[in-house]
């Protein structure tokens, strides 16, 4: 059983192009995250939401926009897409907020490629 | 505001030796700190965390980290390392004073076990 599962796994496209990554988890956390990883491995917190509420908003292009339907779901939406995006985009889920102990459970990540 | 360093892109190691890898932390209170692992083509998995108690705490796969206040540390350690082990490492710090605060992850250390 996946516990934080990330669609599509690899994503090709266009630059210019508009493009959503679905995040789900089956572990009943509260709060979900999108990171970016880049070519040298670096992870940059981009947004999280407890119990479906935006609590982090790195300073991140408005080209990218999350929406939580439930708080078992966050999807990422990317307007307008530049070859800087070209990252590995990883949805991780934990709960207790930004208060709590307890660790992130990460998914295996989403490969964007800007072509 | 919470930071984390990992002083070392790379560290080798020969299978059975000893494996250490660094991490120190900046925060205002008394930190949550954890470990993670990462695989090729995969997210980043849970390894140990500290959060208030003994200073020695064991994770996943035997490994073992010491939180030490006055150097601000949270080296990772293994006594016997394996080739299974060549990884990608990330420290974590989590300032628990800051509501709705985020992780912030340390650059990574690329291990390499050599048989």
């Known amino acids: 059983d996946t516990a934080v599962s990330q669609t599509p796994k690899y994503l090709v496209t266009q630059m210019g192009n508009d493009k959503s990554i679905k995040c789900e988890q089956n572990?009943?956390?509260?709060?979900m995250y999108w990171y970016k990883q880049d070519s040298k491995k670096f992870l940059k917190i981009m947004f999280s939401y407890n119990n479906k509420e935006l609590i982090i908003n790195e300073t991140v292009p408005n080209r990218f926009s999350p929406k939580s339907p439930d708080k078992a779901h966050l999807n990422l939406h990317i307007n307008s897409l530049e070859l800087g995006d070209s990252a590995v985009y990883f949805c991780?889920?934990?709960?207790?907020?930004?208060?709590?102990?307890?660790?992130?459970?990460f998914g295996d990540g989403t490969r964007l490629s800007i072509l | 505001a919470q930071s984390v360093a990992q002083p070392e892109d790379q560290v080798n190691v020969a299978e059975g030796n000893p494996l250490t890898v660094k991490c120190t932390y900046s925060?205002?209170?008394?930190?949550?700190l954890f470990w993670y692992v990462q695989y090729p083509n995969r997210g980043l998995q849970f390894l140990l965390k500290y959060i208030t108690g003994d200073n020695l705490v064991k994770g996943s796969y035997g490994f073992e980290a010491e939180f030490n206040k006055s150097q601000t540390s949270f080296h990772l350690k293994k006594p016997s390392a394996l080739v299974s082990d060549s990884a990608l490492y990330f420290c974590a710090v989590r300032d628990p004073s800051d509501s709705w605060g985020k992780f912030q992850f340390g650059a990574g250390t690329q291990v390499v076990v050599t048989p």
């Open positions: 572990l009943g956390h509260d709060t």
């Open positions: 991780a889920s934990s709960q207790g907020g930004g208060q709590g102990n307890q660790p992130q459970h």
């Open positions: 925060v205002s209170g008394n930190p949550y």
